[in-house]
């Protein structure tokens, strides 16, 4: 099974800030990463798949990068509605997929 | 506009089932994998089961595998997951979600959730 490694567990910036998140995988996995935000009670939302590609209708200061091992979700201006937790899931050498434990992104 | 929204949850002893639906609308059904993904208080997403498009593939998490039974009605557009043996550690809001269109077990709509509580 392919562990998924997030960094750091919080991150408290200030509006307009820029944030990186981290994940990385205990086995290359390609670039079938993704990233997903879920916010405070609510359903997690597809934010980046294929390490790199936004999913329809996310905003352009979401963007992903990496591949193999080493992956991180940059949010360029930080909006005070991101405040959120980010998982990163990988789709490599299923089943199982797997979720990291999360980053919460606190403003 | 896609919509999925679960149903089935409440509280349960330890031991017995629990079958939760997902009932799903705004796309073509039939054409498209889905998951069940879990979520246990204060902590973060456990994928749970998987079943293909054509129902010929069905996935487990170990930690579900001979108890938990993933399976859907093309006809009526609904997601099931029948539950047996239900342990403390089974207690979870429980999310239904589908494959994004052509690159299957990414997750692009998931619903809100429904809340299964295992307590004797």
């Known amino acids: 099974e392919i562990v998924l490694t997030q960094s750091p567990a919080t991150l408290s910036l200030s509006p307009g800030e820029r944030a990186t998140l981290s994940c990385r995988a205990s086995q290359s996995v390609s670039r079938n990463l993704a990233w997903y935000q879920q916010k405070p009670g609510q359903a997690p939302r597809l934010l980046i798949y294929d390490a790199s590609n936004r999913a329809t209708g996310i905003p352009v200061r979401f963007s992903g990068s990496g591949s193999g091992t080493d992956f991180t979700l940059t949010i360029s201006s930080l909006e005070p509605e991101d405040l959120a937790v980010y998982y990163c899931?990988?789709?490599?050498?299923?089943?199982?997929?797997?979720f990291g434990g999360g980053t919460k992104v606190e403003i | 506009q896609v919509h999925l929204v679960e149903s089935g949850g409440g509280v349960v002893q330890p031991g017995r089932s629990l079958r939760l639906s997902c009932a799903a609308s705004?796309?073509?059904?039939?054409?498209?994998?889905f998951h069940w993904v879990r979520q246990a208080p204060g902590k973060g997403l456990e994928w749970v089961a998987a079943i293909s498009f054509d129902e010929n593939n069905k996935y487990y998490a170990d930690s579900v595998k001979g108890r938990f039974t993933i399976s859907r009605d093309d006809s009526k557009n609904i997601l099931f997951l029948q539950m047996n043996s239900l342990r403390t550690d089974d207690t979870a809001v429980y999310f239904c979600a589908k494959d994004l269109p052509y690159r299957p077990y990414y997750l692009d709509y998931w619903g809100q959730g429904t809340l299964v509580t295992v307590s004797s």
């Open positions: 899931q990988h789709r490599s050498n299923w089943p199982p997929l797997t």
């Open positions: 705004g796309f073509t059904f039939s054409n498209f994998g």
